[in-house]
Structure formats: C-alpha cells, structure tokens
C-alpha cells in the first residue's frame, strides 16, 4: 500500500524467527502510520523447528516447513534486507551488517536464535557436524542421503553425540531415512550402523523416567547401539590404512563420497533452499527419494501454538499435545495436559529437559533452537559463531566423510564415518559486544515486557532472549507464544504508550516422533505412546501452523479506520506534497550525503563534478573518441535501496557494454519516498551508495544528479561511455553463418510480477537478485575478443524485440532454439499459473514476426521469449567458426551463457524468427 504519509519511525527486526514471522504477520493486520517495518535477515526462507525432524526424516518437502519470509515481508508493507547483522552501534541506533550499510533504527527487535556452543572436545570442532547451524547441517545431510542412494550397497556408519530430546529425535528420523532408502533399492537395512553416545544414566534425562525407558527399548529393537554413561572426550580420524575388513565398509561410503565433498557451500547463511537446496532448487524434491520419505518422523514437534491447536484441551485431545511437555516440570500447572500448555506447543520441542549439553538440541528445544534451524533466524553468520569459527564459513575446511574414533572417557573407542554433534545452545557473541546486558551464556536479557534491562530500545525473544524473572529452556515453543505479545510492546513503545507483562507458561507437552508415523507424548509425570494418533494430531497442528504464512493475499490486508482517517486528514491539510521544483528532496540532505560518498576512483576528464556546486557537469571527450550516452529510469524493484542502486546501474551501464563502450561517468535520478529528513537522507545515501560502488567498478565515477520526493522509491541513471568508433558494436552487424548467444538466464520479468501478487517463492527472486547483480562488463569484453558481430541487451521489449531489432537492422533472419535458452529457477512454475509482467501483452505484439508462432505457442516458456528483464544478458552474434570458444570464455564467469540460435539467410515473404 503506497502513502503519502511521510516515514517518522523505523522499527527494525533482525532474524526471521518463529516469534518475528509471528509478528510480521499480525503487524500486516495493524500497522502504524508513519511507521516503516525492516527485516534484516541473511535467509529468505526459516525454518519451523516443529517439522524439521520430519524433513530430516523425508516426511516433509523444503517449502512444507520452511517460512518464505520474502512474500510474508511484502504482505506486511515490510521492507527485506538479505544479509548478516554481526554487530550493534547502541550509540547511534544501527544495525551493523556484513556486506551493506548500516540500518538506522528507532526500535529494534532481535530474534535471531541460537549457535552451537564452543565445541571444546578435540577433534570435534574439525571431524563432526554440529546440528548448528541447520542450514550446513542440512547440506550435509543431503549429501549423506545422495550418497547413500548412489551407493546402497555400501555400509555406512554414523554416530550421534546427545542423548535428549534433540538427539534422540535424530536418531529416529536418520534411522527412518536411511531404512527407507535401502529398502527401495532391495539392500539390507543393516547397512546402516547407528551409535547413540550419552554421558548420563538413562536418555531424555530433563523427561519422566517412563518416557526415557520408552525411547531406549524402541531404539535397541531398531538395532541402535546406545552408548549410555560415555562421556566424549576425544574425535579423531583413523591413522593409516584401513583394514580389509573395514576398508570396504568405510572407505566407500567415505572416499566415495567423500562426499563430493561439497564444500558444504551453505555457508552462510545461506539457506538451504536457496542453495540449491535441499532438493534442487525449489524443488524440493525432497530430500531424498522421497518417499522416503514418509518417514514423517520425527517431526519435531513443534511448533505450534495455541491458537492453532486449540484444542489440547478439549478433546485432550490430546494430550497428546506435544507431548512436549517439555520441561518436565508439572505441575498444577500442567494440569491441562492440555489446556494450555498444551500448548506448548507442543513444540516438542523439549529440549529442555535439559539434556546436557550435547542434547542440545535437535530438537529439543531448540536447542534446537528452534533450531531456527537454519540458525533461525537466519542470521547465520559470524553469530553463528559456529562451525568453525567463524569464518568459519565460508571457507573452511568442511570435515569429510572418512573413518574416524570416537574416544569416551571409559576408553571405549568406536569408529564411525559420520558423527553429528547435537550441542547445547550458545549465543552469537556479538550481542555482548555490542553492550547489551546478557546473561553468562551471552543470551539477551529482557524484562516481562521482552524488552532489554540494558537498553529499552532494544526488544528480543525467542531463543537469543533469557527472561530475568521467567527463565526457561530455549524451546520454539516460548517464541511462538512471544510473537503476539512481542509485536504489541513493539507498537506500543512506538507510540510511546505503557508497555504490557508476559509471563510464559511453565510447563509443556512435547510429541517426540518415533519415526514410523507414531510418537510419544510426556508431560511431567505422565507419558502416553507411541500411538499414530499422537503423530497425525501434531502433523495437523504444526500443517495449521504452516498455512498462517502461506498462500498470502495482498488483497487479504485490513488497515485500520483511523489509518485511513489519519491518511486523508495528512494529506489534505498538513502534507500537500508540492510537484515541480517543489518536490526536490531538501538542499541540506543532498549536501550530507555527497559528503558521505567516497568514490574509488578520480578521472581527469570530469572537469566538474559532484565535489562542485555548479550547475551541470562538465567531461573532456577524447579527439580519437566518440562519447556514448544512455538513459533508464523505473521504480523500485527491491525495497533495499543499496540493492536497488546495485541493480539499476549494472542495468543503465549494459548498453555502454553492448554497444563496446567504456563507461566514464554517470548522472542520476532518483525519487525518495515521503520521510523526515535524517530518514530520506539514509535512504539517498544508501541508494547512490549502492551505485557508486557499481560505478566504480566499471572505472566510471557519479557525477551529479537530481532527485525528487514520491510516494515510492525509484531510480535510474543517465550513462555517458567512451569508444573508439571504428570498434563500435551496432545491432545491424548479423551475418548468415553467426551463431546467437545469449549470457543471462530468461525470467526476472515474471518473477518480479509475481513477487508483487506474493506468488514467487524467496529462493526464486534470490536467484534473479544474484543474476541482476552480475554486471556484464566482462561478457562485452570477451564477446569484442572473440569477434562479435553484432551486439545488444536484453531487456524492456524481452528476447524477441531485441532480437528482431537486430535481424531488421541486419536484414537476416534467425533460427532460435527454445530449448537452450538458460531459465531463472521457478520461472516455469509462475507461468504455468498464468501469471505474467504488465508489459508482456504489448511485448507479445511482436509475435507477429515468428514464422512458426502457432504452432510453438503452446510450449510452456513461450512467454519467456516476451518477458522484459531488468539487467538482462547481452545478445551478440559470434562468427561460427571461433562459437564454441567464445562459450567456453564467457562460462568461465557467466555459467548460464549459452548458444540459442544461428543466423540464416532472409527469404523474401518470409517471417524473419522461427523458433526451433
């Protein structure tokens, strides 16, 4: 919804949570005005700890439990900025974030989970994979599940450090996994040898005797190998050659696989999803058969809450509820089984029962942390202190798959190929660096109010938080219950109005999957299962919970009567927005952020600049060159406006490129949206930030500019390049016997139309993001290299416009092969919905110029040939002979490039296109 009232506040909310998703939501229902809500999360898609067992197991696909936070951010009117935060500057109100500048912020919100504690056993930290992160927990995983498919026949080994609710659950949903793979390829389930090491008498220690005793006989039936009073003490890989005996069994799966080694690429935060994901790329295949899927297990049980699951109570229904119990705690409390804690969701979450540090977690309680799992909130990062330290990422040696020892302080040594770490719970260390009051595990501390002792513009909740006078374990079930209170202090405290208490529930059912669609239900002293009944309640509940955040309708949106009334008052009395020269954002926030630029490079020929007050720039034009300009100008299609500048000058800089020009120097024009003026001055500075950066890249610098107020951000820049005018590249250069290649994939038009109706899942517009990021400076120089004939860029008329201009201009004609052109990831699902870009019906005018239209209009990614791009790929024609090299050349760094066509003569009444 687009308004005049001008921004005033900004509340800003780092991790996409349970509690924050929660909030998002119900914040869509009731905004502010004046207010403007910020997601800063490094993950499009979080995961709901209540499924993330039975993802593990294969009962559930990526997006059946994971949270897309991109639409649910649009839904709620909510600008989302994709990286890390890895620090706080408490002084002047910003988030500090990894690979973009500072967010300013008026109240802050955090949710962001927690990390695996410091894995302080040798030979831990370097041979085993933690549970946290999830998100590289579950890469792994995928590669464990390939690889046993590929290879059934081989055995594999795996231990599992943690025996409370979060390992346990881990067991049962790997076991079920793995079972069904073999099964499917006619090899013996006991291929897989599974060790549970727990340093404690008896598993599940935080839950009633019984239950613990339950879970212990399912798994020795299964032919689990329980290793009860083993402390850990030591993880090493096996020295030397392996013996026959072993070799075969360890070997293979390990070298083998070793796993295609993987590089584990998460990294970071990425999630998962979009990296490729789970299961492909959106596709999510599923984990692993898929069917395997059934296995439902394990499923973590979560998460869900309440409203959702009404009913615990009534039918008891039971009891069953979660199970969760989770803390064992009883009580008078608990006493409804059901009512409410029943609400505890459940959440299986347990965890709590505290299982000692390495139970950490799985599951449990979140330890799991909820586990956010995948860090929750996305925030992977540098708080995810983790894996390996920190860097840890993204470049660090990830642990193969080759036989090691695990040595327990008993002298009990077991040699497995695989060892996960379920760990207790930690928080990321920046927060008390940043001078937030925490507590001795560096978790948040806030009052009733969820609101820091230390600083009362900074709320928390979920795992990252420790209420001082309600302590309880770190279990999804607390965040879910914390989003609707957290939101309303949120808004009160925006509106200066006095802050409400939340006390959390003390005692809670869990559910724990026992991984063949039964589980068991504890809550303090009482204990129920396995039934199947238990299992499909909590599925019913945790798919309840998943609904509220899918099929979102921007139309579904309610805003308050007095927003309206508040609006038409503003605008008709207070703020009439002048136009003209009127409408230019104030002289003082232009000279701020001029200052602030810095740009890289200086240029002799830019006689005058920005760094003057004069009224127009001034450039010196070479005698041996000619000077070429261009121009492009449209509104926001991301709300980060650093991205924004990104993307809108590698955009404006490509017809430098496809013309053979360099770039020199740039103007820009820019519309802010309505704010105060320290607001709009950190909007523009962002904004020209972001296009300085590409500016300078490509050796050119920002000039000058002008800019306007609006009710929606919108950019665009006038280019000026320098060429030698004999090396020029035009369209009209076609020559019979050239080939077409084409070095960006299709879709970012469709995509983005179908972002607007909340259609397009996260990963997809990440994918387009990254393509639209990608400048094609280098694609230019190495198509001139390879002799190119003739040269455009893709973009507002699609591939089909561009092309003809070029085959008109050469007077040629073209065979276009459909099937090679490189599509972004969800592209054809969008179409298959009917769902196209607002320019696409004029585009598809030029139809008109396909010889062979009716009959190929029928293909799926037909409307892909008229879909226009925003900082498309370049369309050039290469000489045959030198083709297949100038592809090889360009899929060095452009790996969607591809030959999708020839050039052929032109017959007279003959259509110029057909399309092959």
């Known amino acids: 919804m687009k308004s005049s009232i001008p921004v005033e506040t900004d509340l800003v909310l780092i991790g996409g949570g349970h509690s924050h998703a929660i909030a998002i939501k119900n914040f869509a229902m009731n905004p502010i005005p004046g207010v403007r809500l910020t997601l800063i999360t490094d993950v499009y898609h979080t995961p709901y700890s209540g499924m993330l067992p039975g993802y593990v197991a294969g009962l559930y696909t990526f997006d059946q439990c994971h949270i897309d936070l991109r639409p649910l951010a ?350 207790q719970a930690s928080a990321a260390p920046w927060l008390q660096t940043a001078g937030l009051a925490t507590d001795a595990s560096g978790f948040i501390l806030v009052n009733d109010k969820l609101q820091s002792i230390s600083h009362p513009q900074v709320f928390a909740a979920g795992d990252v938080a420790t209420m001082v006078n309600h302590s309880r374990p770190k279990a999804g079930v607390f965040a879910v219950r914390q989003g609707k209170p957290l939101l309303e202090n949120l808004q009160r405290a925006l509106q200066r109005k006095p802050l409400k208490s939340f006390i959390p529930q003390k005692k809670f059912l869990i559910l724990i999957g026992t991984g063949d669609q039964r589980a068991i239900a504890s809550r303090g002293k009482m204990g129920f299962g396995p039934e199947s009944l238990l299992w499909r309640w909590k599925d019913n509940i945790d798919r309840k919970f998943m609904d509220k955040f899918t099929n979102l309708k921007m139309e579904g949106r309610s805003y308050p009567s007095s927003w309206k009334g508040k609006s038409r008052k503003r605008k008709d009395s207070q703020i009439m927005h ?42 010196r034009v070479p005698t041996d060159k000619v000077m070429v300009q261009t121009i492009d100008y449209f509104p926001a299609l991301v709300d980060d406006p650093y991205l924004l500048g990104k993307i809108t000058t590698n955009h404006c800089l490509s017809d430098l490129f496809a013309m053979g020009a360099t770039p020199q120097s740039a103007l820009a024009i820019a519309t802010i949206p309505y704010a105060s003026s320290i607001k709009q001055e950190d909007d523009l500075y962002q904004l020209l930030l972001g296009a300085t950066e590409i500016l300078n890249q490509a050796g050119a610098v920002l000039m000058g500019g002008h800019t306007t107020e609006g009710a929606e951000l919108a950019f665009g820049l006038t280019c000026n390049g320098l060429a030698f005018s004999e090396k020029l590249l035009y369209n009209s250069g076609m020559q019979s016997g050239d080939v077409l290649i084409l070095t960006k994939p299709l879709g970012t038009g469709v995509l983005f139309a179908a972002d607007m109706r909340l259609r397009a899942k996260g990963r997809w517009i990440e994918s387009a993001i990254e393509s639209m990021l990608v400048s094609n400076q280098n694609a230019a120089k190495l198509l001139l290299e390879y002799g190119a004939t003739a040269c455009t860029d893709v973009t507002g008329f699609g591939l089909v416009g561009h092309l003809l201009e070029m085959v008109k201009a050469s007077q040629v004609a073209v065979e276009l092969e459909m099937e090679a052109i490189s599509v972004l990831p969800g592209v054809a699902e969008i179409l298959q919905q009917g769902i196209f870009s607002s320019l696409y019906p004029e585009n598809l005018r030029m139809s008109a110029s396909i010889q062979n239209s009716e009959q190929v209009s029928t293909h799926v990614l037909y409307p892909l040939l008229f879909d226009p791009q925003t900082s498309g790929g370049l369309l050039a024609t290469v000489p045959g002979e030198s083709a297949s090299a100038c592809l090889q050349a360009l899929q060095q760094e452009y790996s969607e490039s591809r030959i999708i066509g020839r050039v052929v003569m032109l017959d007279t009444g003959v259509l110029p296109i057909k399309i092959c």
């Not at 900025?81 to 620090?87: E, K, L, P, S, T």
């Not at 999510?284 to 439902?296: I, K, L, Q």
């Not at 701020?592 to 720039?617: E, F, N, Y």
Request: charged share 30%.
């Open 578 to 619: 002048c136009a003209g020269c009127g409408a230019k954002v104030g002289s003082k926030v232009l000279e701020k952020v001029l200052h602030r630029i810095q740009q890289q490079i200086q240029r002799d020929d830019i006689l005058i600049g920005i760094s003057t007050p004069d009224d127009a720039a001034v450039v």
């Open 74 to 423: 649009k839904f709620a009117g909510a600008r989302i900025f994709v990286d890390r935060a890895i620090g706080l500057d408490l002084e002047k109100n910003q988030v500090i974030c990894a690979n973009r500048p500072s967010v300013a912020f008026d109240v802050l919100s955090i949710d962001i989970g927690s990390t695996p504690a410091s894995l302080t056993v040798p030979g831990a930290r370097e041979y085993t994979i933690p549970v946290k992160p999830i998100s590289k927990f579950l890469t792994y995983w995928h590669e464990i599940t390939t690889t046993v498919a590929q290879s059934p026949e081989q055995k594999i080994r795996i231990g599992i450090v943690g025996g409370g609710v979060g390992g346990v659950e881990l067991a049962f949903a790997v076991q079920s996994h793995l079972h069904h793979i073999y099964q499917d390829a006619r090899q013996p389930t006991n291929n897989l040898e599974l060790h549970l090491f727990h340093r404690g008498t008896r598993l599940l220690p935080g839950r009633h005797r019984w239950v613990g005793k339950q879970v212990e006989k399912i798994l020795k039936s299964r032919g689990v190998v329980l290793h009860l009073e083993e402390n850990v003490i030591g993880v090493k890989v096996k020295d030397g050659q392996d013996s026959e005996q072993d070799s075969e069994q360890d070997s293979d799966f390990a070298t083998d696989a070793r796993m295609n080694e993987r590089k584990i690429q998460d990294k970071d935060g990425q999630d998962s999803e979009q990296d490729s994901d789970f299961a492909t790329d959106g596709q999510d295949s599923d984990f692993a058969t898929n069917a395997r899927m059934n296995e439902r297990k394990i499923q973590d049980k979560d998460g869900q809450d309440s409203e959702q699951d009404s009913d615990f109570a009534t039918d008891a229904r039971m009891n069953e509820r979660k199970i969760q119990d989770k803390d064992g705690q009883d009580s008078e409390q608990d006493s409804d089984f059901a009512t409410d804690a029943r609400m505890n969701e459940r959440k299986i979450q347990d965890k709590d029962g505290q299982d000692s540090e390495q139970d950490s977690d799985f599951a449990t309680d979140a330890r799991m942390n909820e586990r956010k799992i995948q860090d929750k909130d996305g925030q992977d990062s540098e708080q995810d202190s983790d894996f390996a330290t920190d860097a840890r990422m993204n470049d660090e040696k990830i642990p193969d798959f080759a036989p090691k020892i695990i040595e327990c302080n008993s002298g009990l040594q077991i040699e497995c190929d695989i060892l996960f770490w379920v760990t």
